[in-house]
């Protein structure tokens, strides 16, 4: 008898493991998903805000997209996200980022001195940017 009673919970028990190893995928934009570990939130939200635009896989700056895709950084081997980080780090220490021409037509897009400060410590290895 005392067997037969257990079933329930062990029935109980083997539907709430098989739905813990079952979570649904949940699609995410990859620079959204601020549980991404790769990414520190505050740089993701500098560059959501000052670069996404013209560097993401549907962008129609085709140049700016062919050069910095941040859809597909996110999904790089560790190699060549630090090879693309120091690309960004270079533009960024020279200013070239956003670019002065569209600052002309948008001067908000320019980055202030603590977005720039976060993006250059995080794009130069220091992850000071994290939470
Ligand atoms: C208005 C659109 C625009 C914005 C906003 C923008 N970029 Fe760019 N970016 C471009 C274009 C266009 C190029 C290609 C320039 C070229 O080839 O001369 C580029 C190139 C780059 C490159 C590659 C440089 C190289 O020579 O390989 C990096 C790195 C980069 N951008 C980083 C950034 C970062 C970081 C930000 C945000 C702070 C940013 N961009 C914001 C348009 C943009």
């Not at 129609?60 to 941040?70: I, Q």
Request: proline letters at 6%; a neutral charge; aromatic letters at 6%.
């Amino acid at each position: 008898m005392k067997k037969l009673s257990l079933l329930p919970v062990a029935a109980l028990v083997g539907v709430l493991f098989f739905q813990a190893i079952q979570k649904p995928e949940v699609e995410t934009h990859p620079i959204l998903d601020l549980d991404a570990p790769k990414m520190p939130a505050k740089v993701k939200a500098v560059v959501e805000q000052k670069c996404y635009g013209c560097h993401n896989a549907e962008s129609k700056n085709e140049k700016g997209k062919k050069k910095l895709d941040w859809d597909a950084f996110e999904a790089e081997k560790k190699a060549k996200q630090l090879a693309a980080m120091s690309k960004i780090n270079e533009v960024l220490e020279e200013g070239e980022m956003p670019p002065k021409k569209f600052l002309e037509n948008k001067p908000e897009g320019k980055l202030s001195e603590e977005e720039l400060a976060i993006l250059l410590d995080w794009s130069a290895g220091k992850k000071k940017g994290g939470e």
